[in-house]
């Protein structure tokens, strides 16, 4: 065993910490709160000039074709710093499943500009009434000779205030059984009979429910078989799989670790213990996380090993993050723009973030049932 | 033992319920959260005398005991009302105590008065609960009890959004010195630990009840998710938690009315059980709207904030628990 | 409202102390606990002498016909104490199904026998395949004259090596739907055919499994009616939902408290903490259990209230006892016999014990779904 | 990174597995509690050399590395072996590291010595793992690293059926002196947590797998008692905390093998957080056990016991994470 990353990885890190620390200026980390929004085309446009925009993509597809270990610290270094990735992450998941599934036309077209970071895709795959059970999506698709009438809404499509397409789940065929009938589209966000509302979350991130009236889109539009919309969504979910909030556990002890020293609260037997803990909650999230990319790198065919990185990040953050609030006392209560705020308000922020980290990307219990079944083996 | 409300009692928490059911309904809460007040909910309150019952008669009150005001604590907390009752009852109460002519000026509505919880360092008192909305506040500044005008406050954004603000302390009138005036600061805070406990306790069993009707209602995988262990069994040891923390807390508040030896440990523990009970009670409820839980658009949200908040003024459980021991085993 | 039990229980409390201080001698402690039985008939003769034994029976049964509040007040310090009342107490409640629905014969000479002592009852209810569904008993009572067959067997039958009768659960009728088909029977122990067989447990309780081989009793040994054993096991079982083990967290509290004194380490803010935690349990246990008593007295009907106290308590119980278990170090570790073990080796032994708790009476599952569906009306 | 055995550790780990297997089955475990020794399967690990193992070749040993022993305590955890392992294989490498004579002892099987984790304090060690079955122990008295022959051991007995005793440390030899013998205890110590952490591992994954076996076998209401939510939920977590320990654990030894700065923090994390989690499973899967989980003819309170008793011979996770944080930022 060697829990190394390698030279490579270390001055990849390096590197990345030197152009995050130089992108990452105050001003851009205050606009980006203030705007609820995860996206800034100057930083990306770094990112594409560094070839780290879209290191898991093979270079003949426009990315960097690194090996998944760069990918993993590419994804821990810019989540650490909570570097504005939302928008273009997600486009990247939708291409990847263009790729796969998409016509000639999306490969053609719309892939190449979103690796330029031209183009941006929001998901739409829930809806006001499915969350978890995606699979119960009412949004009707109706095929009308070469077209399709669009009716319904789709919750959480954060950035589609800014996006260019959404990749939208709906059902085709009411008949059939639930996870059968349904069907995906790529409809483009300024089509008539959309609408985008705002929807504002307790983090201070921006979300949005779009609402479709009669949306008549081509047959081109469609992304996999007629009724096969949950192959095609299954396998872009698969990316999700991975999901961990580890680096955002780092972020949160490093904040606490540097009030701790500040205040001199760091000699309390009491604080040292709480430090402690969250020190064991990073080191076991991140180590969950890089068990997945070592996996993958050698062709190991992952179980519920994406499932667990999840859910203990997640939780981890989410009762690390209430810990610390508790720890630091009255002063933590102080949000962002307070100058007397600890650490610039990053720790009552990450209380409020951590909030959708055990929700969104399949809740803790969605992760925790697949781990019982899928890895237990105990029954349904 | 007795559990029952008093006819007059039961007329009071009826009489409070409509109150803040008119006057403090989600969307005057969320209309408030810029500066954490809404004035007309507090001259409704005031209205209904809540200054004037949380004074003795003989100090010109309506003398209501402790036990009284933790019943109207609760439906404020049920309610997560933007109005500083608590600070400014926890301060009239110890103005009179005090024998301070300056009660007169509050009871009268000329002079709005809170409290600081801890004392004044290096000539500021941090994070004053419904400072920014007050003309004085009460300060421990060395040994010295001290009322301080307001103009050097400085509010800011927190997580609970409360009229918060640090207050410069230099200039402040002494009222009282020495021993006196640390067993005033004391019983205040006992007093503000005990109420802020019974309004949690009204927010939490609030937050399950939303968390219980969504529950109930929404749909997933073909049954209403309540349905779900996950998701019920949780919500019963929050149901047990806060039927348990609301006994401790009206234990409590009968305690400093019956002046018991225990009434300092009991405030204290049912602050921090309290402050437990509410939390989870609002984290589960929270959690259980699934991605609507975090949407500012429901409700839910503005009891996790003000659970989690509420009590961060003075401190967290472990503080309380530690208040506890020390009244328990004496301080060392 | 009032929180004083009032002078009649304090002054009760004050001479039940008394007793137990005198009657619970070092060497009786070291007998039960070597023995692993919850029983001494020197001491229960102490009780009945000073009218404590069936406080709450009225006395033309032979009981003390005290209030409510004074069995609260006697069953809070026999408990805390740890008082060796398993034994008669299960009778008392066996004797209380038979008042209700006994032959005459049962209440003529049983029912007295139990209330001075002489005869102990056995719970015959759970069997190795039915735990928590109680309603699911396999043992088999066969109906032939009037006599019936009895075949199978039951576990945790505590008691059963010393006991008299046993209060049993059958099923009659195998065609009927789950809880209808039970009948239930009162048998001696000394019959033919019943074999008792000991089970040690981690607490150094001993408990038993009862075997049934072809045991005849006649039709008058039946208590309620054919085929009705349900509503009278349900009966009986309306005791056990104000079960609460919140003296053992009394006793927990006061044992670690005495330790933290004589060590000095109750000047340590991280012991001091942890003892306000658990003095936050022992109240709201408490409470919880006196809020069941006080509706008893207003003849108010309870809803949640006993399983909201069983289940709070017990859960209590089990993180406090391990907690303080934590808090003492390695010193905790010595059992009972060591000179060295903290308090006696008590905090040891109620970690053990605590097990149980979770468990008898109604699981924590079984009483936090009782509380969220009847209590919070969640769905089933 | 490289999470994978080499071809040697898998055939390490298979000996073992194979070993524990045999002999120490569920009944001679119960069979030694009384002493809370197997001399049989002592012996037998002997013939296997996991004390020549646990020695580097220049000091008469073969030389295995940490995460190899680290391995090898998994397995002795996984069947809560009753042979004190882990404390004598500490103990060899602490007589190693000093350069004593004494380890010759050792090694030939002459001498069997144990390790105090706690300073002698009035003369005594308290509670010495694996003393009542030792020949020698080594004690830290003052600022001296001592050799005491267990004569004034008393044994007792305790929660985990350990060989534990309190030591008279009276007339030990002094092997060594000042900085260098604490730093020796010092990494003693880190030893004995970072494998008593793998065992730990091992026990709390072992426990878990019997938990689900009796889950998805035993049947309530209908169903098998693994679909409840309210018993597979928390299994999930035990099942990803398990693995995330383990991952730690390995971490840790490879930290000491490499003599990275972290080794000693890590290794304190993987006692403190492999604590916890093989505490939770093996609750967990006890108490899904129903009133069987108590009886003790079944095995599951056989590692609850050990879960709960193994580690607090040192401390208590909160113990670990204080340590931790000790050496991430240098103790006060």
């Given amino acids: 065993m060697d829990f190394r990353l390698g030279d490579n990885a270390d001055s990849l890190r390096a590197a990345l910490r030197a152009y995050l620390d130089e992108a990452l200026t105050d001003e851009v980390e205050e606009r980006l709160y203030r705007s609820g929004v995860s996206h800034d085309a100057d930083f990306i446009g770094g990112l594409i000039d560094r070839g780290w925009f879209a290191p898991a993509w093979s270079e003949d597809l426009g990315g960097a074709g690194l090996d998944p270990t760069s990918v993993m610290v590419i994804f821990e270094e810019l989540n650490r710093r909570e570097a504005p990735m939302y928008a273009t992450s997600v486009s990247l998941m939708v291409a990847k499943a263009l790729v796969k599934f998409g016509t000639d036309e999306m490969r053609r077209e719309i892939v190449p500009a979103v690796l330029r970071a031209e183009t941006i895709c929001v998901l739409g795959f829930t809806e006001p009434e499915a969350g978890s059970d995606v699979a119960n999506a009412q949004t009707r698709a109706v095929r009308d000779g070469d077209e399709w009438m669009i009716n319904g809404s789709k919750m959480f499509t954060t950035n589609a205030q800014l996006g260019d397409y959404i990749y939208l789940l709906t059902r085709s065929n009411p008949d059939e059984r639930k996870h059968r009938g349904l069907t995906t589209f790529l409809v483009p966000l300024d089509h008539p009979g959309i609408e985008v509302q705002a929807v504002h979350t307790i983090s201070g991130e921006r979300t949005n429910i779009v609402y479709f009236n009669d949306v008549r889109v081509p047959d081109s539009a469609r992304i996999g078989d007629v009724d096969g919309g949950w192959s095609v969504l299954t396998a872009s979910l698969m990316d999700e799989q991975m999901a961990s909030f580890a680096p955002w556990i780092v972020r949160l002890l490093e904040e606490v670790e540097a009030w701790a020293a500040e205040t001199g609260r760091i000699d309390d037997p009491g604080v040292r213990e709480r430090l402690g803990r969250v020190a064991a909650q990073v080191e076991v999230a991140l180590l969950l996380r890089r068990r997945c990319t070592w996996m993958d790198e050698e062709g190991i065919t992952r179980n519920v090993e994406g499932p667990m990185a999840k859910l203990f990040s997640s939780e981890s953050l989410t009762q690390a993050s209430q810990d610390m609030f508790d720890l630091i006392g009255p002063d933590a209560l102080r949000s962002y723009p307070d100058p007397e705020a600890v650490r610039g308000g990053r720790i009552e922020y990450m209380m409020r973030f951590a909030l959708g980290t055990t929700i969104y990307a399949g809740t803790s219990e969605i992760q925790r049932t697949q781990i019982a079944q899928r890895g237990l083996g105990l029954p349904r | ?332």
């Fill in chain 2, 1 to 332: 033992m007795d559990l029952r409300l008093s006819a007059e009692q039961d007329q009071l928490v009826d009489a409070f319920r409509s109150l803040y059911a008119k006057h403090a309904p989600p969307d005057r809460v969320r209309d408030a959260e810029l500066v954490g007040h809404d004035p007309e909910l507090w001259s409704q309150l005031q209205g209904l005398g809540v200054i004037e019952m949380a004074i003795d008669e003989d100090r010109g009150g309506w003398g209501a005991s402790m036990l009284d005001l933790a019943l109207v604590a609760e439906q404020h907390g049920r309610h997560v009302a933007p109005a500083p009752l608590i600070e400014r009852q926890v301060a009239a109460r110890a103005l009179a105590r005090l024998e301070s002519p300056r009660l007169d000026d509050v009871l009268s509505g000329d002079r709005v008065t809170s409290i600081a919880l801890h004392p004044s360092v290096d000539g500021v008192a941090p994070a004053v609960p419904a400072a920014s909305v007050a003309d004085d506040v009460l300060v421990l500044v060395g040994d010295a009890l001290c009322l301080v005008p307001v103009s050097a406050g400085s509010a800011f954004e927190n997580l609970g959004s409360m009229p918060l603000a640090d207050v410069g302390t230099d200039g402040g009138e002494v009222l009282e010195g020495g021993a006196v005036a640390r067993q005033v600061f004391e019983t205040a805070l006992d007093e503000w630990l005990l109420l802020t406990a019974a309004a949690l306790i009204g927010l939490g069993a609030r937050a399950l009840e939303i968390g219980v009707e969504y529950a109930r209602e929404r749909i997933a995988f073909g049954v209403p998710i309540g349905s779900f262990q996950a998701l019920s069994h949780p919500f019963a040891d929050s149901a047990a938690a806060l039927d348990g923390a609301r006994l401790l807390a009206y234990e409590a508040a009968w305690a400093v009315d019956e002046d018991t030896d225990r009434a300092r440990e009991l405030a204290a523990l049912a602050f921090a059980f309290g402050s437990e009970s509410a939390r989870d009670a609002s984290y589960r409820s929270l959690h259980v709207h699934g991605g609507y839980g975090f949407m500012l658009e429901y409700d839910i949200q503005l009891y996790w904030r003000r659970a989690r908040a509420w009590p961060a003024v003075w401190g967290a459980p472990p503080d309380g628990y530690r208040r506890a021991a020390d009244a328990r085993h004496g301080r060392r």
